[in-house]
């Protein structure tokens, strides 16, 4: 279950949120509940997207941040903290000064399983997560024990998104000066985000031109799939060998030439978030070359997903979310980080090397138990951009 337990003259601490109003939303939603709210904010987008009569401006030096919330939640008594993401600078910091002052910690990230789902758990996320790693757990559960949910569409808006993103940098840069010490986990500048953002509408336009009918195609052939995460993915710095996601595409593309049948192809699909960021076509074909698999290999951009999953081989991945999706279609996966779903009977757990000659199918009644169990114990119903069940808080 989600519930946070009762919320009545609980003294409450938010930290940063998603881009946009969610934050600014739940912290309304913590008042109602009767929740003695704070919330701290570390530039001029954090400021916007606050209720302005609880809001308290962090301006000092990372080296100094420890020591700051670590008096902040003694001198106030503070019972909770709701925050985004554990691996920021200032969120890890916040959390393991919080288990030392045992105050309860609610991680929100995005949904392992999509599009319909947020995600939130105590004390962490991802490879954080303290949900179990041991397949009898899951196998030994009762079905009926389970509360299947009403699933509600969450109908995320795109443009509510790219709004909120748009006027958070615009803010968080004019801002500077107030906040002279804050550094964020990737570079504060609108001007960059907006040519990102034109780059990115321009490309997918351009790939829905240029991969008319390449589904189609693909799907009648025999290949292994690979979902890139993006490159500046914490999963891939925090969770995994890898420091980028070029080392991770060499390590694949080598194998895969080395141990692959010569009758199979390596289909390769980049990020869409990073599609007005990034594209590694030239890098992949060059080590195509290099590896003498070019003709083998398929670079694709905005192909729909599901289906690609539903006709591999089997799909590589360092820890994404679409591991979770590949299960669901009955993929066989690979992961080469560490990813919550990592789990024997659900997972490949030879080496890569093996993979490409035998990979193992998912226990499908081993899968429906640990996502149900995802679903009930970190999963809420709604999007940061669009319906949310606040009932589950």
Not at 29 to 38: C, E, M, N, S, V
Not at 71 to 78: G, P, Q, R, S, V
Not at 317 to 327: E, K, P, R
Not at 368 to 385: D, P, V
Request: proline share 4%; net charge positive; aromatic share 16%.
């Amino acid at each position: 279950m989600n519930r946070v337990g009762d919320l009545k003259n609980k003294r409450v601490l938010l930290l940063q949120g998603p881009m946009g109003d969610f934050f600014k939303r739940l912290d309304k939603h913590l008042r109602k509940k009767g929740a003695i709210t704070f919330r701290i904010g570390f530039n001029a987008g954090d400021w916007l997207f606050s209720n302005k009569d609880n809001y308290i401006p962090y301006k000092g030096k990372r080296e100094e941040w420890r020591e700051f919330i670590k008096e902040f939640l003694a001198k106030n008594n503070i019972d909770k903290i709701f925050l985004f993401g554990d691996c920021r600078f200032y969120q890890k910091i916040a959390i393991e000064e919080a288990k030392k002052a045992n105050v309860e910690t609610f991680v929100f990230e995005e949904g392992y399983v999509r599009p319909d789902f947020v995600t939130m758990e105590k004390w962490g996320v991802n490879n954080f997560s303290l949900i179990p790693r041991n397949p009898e757990f899951y196998l030994n559960l009762d079905e009926k024990s389970f509360r299947y949910k009403n699933i509600k569409p969450a109908n995320p808006s795109y443009f509510k998104m790219a709004w909120s993103a748009s006027r958070y940098y615009i803010f968080a840069y004019l801002g500077k000066p107030f906040y002279p010490y804050y550094k964020h986990h990737r570079e504060l500048n609108p001007f960059k985000e907006a040519f990102f953002g034109i780059r990115n509408a321009y490309r997918k336009y351009k790939y829905k031109i240029s991969e008319k009918g390449k589904l189609e195609k693909i799907i009648k052939t025999k290949y292994f799939f690979v979902p890139l995460q993006t490159y500046n993915d914490f999963q891939l710095r925090e969770h995994s060998k890898f420091h980028t996601i070029e080392e991770f595409i060499e390590l694949v593309i080598k194998s895969f030439a080395l141990h692959a049948s010569e009758d199979v192809r390596l289909v390769i699909k980049h990020h869409p978030m990073d599609r007005g960021r990034k594209d590694y076509k030239k890098l992949i074909l060059n080590l195509g070359d290099k590896y003498n698999v070019k003709n083998r290999l398929e670079v694709i951009y905005d192909l729909h997903l599901p289906t690609l999953l539903a006709h591999t081989l089997g799909t590589i991945t360092i820890n994404s979310t679409v591991g979770l999706q590949a299960l669901f279609h009955k993929s066989p996966v690979k992961v080469l980080g560490k990813a919550i779903y990592d789990i024997e009977g659900l997972t490949d757990q030879k080496y890569l090397s093996e993979f490409w000659k035998n990979p193992s199918k998912p226990d499908m009644i081993l899968f429906e138990k640990f996502r149900q169990f995802l679903i009930n114990n970190t999963q809420i119903n709604g999007s940061f951009y669009g319906y949310f069940d606040w009932n589950e808080i």
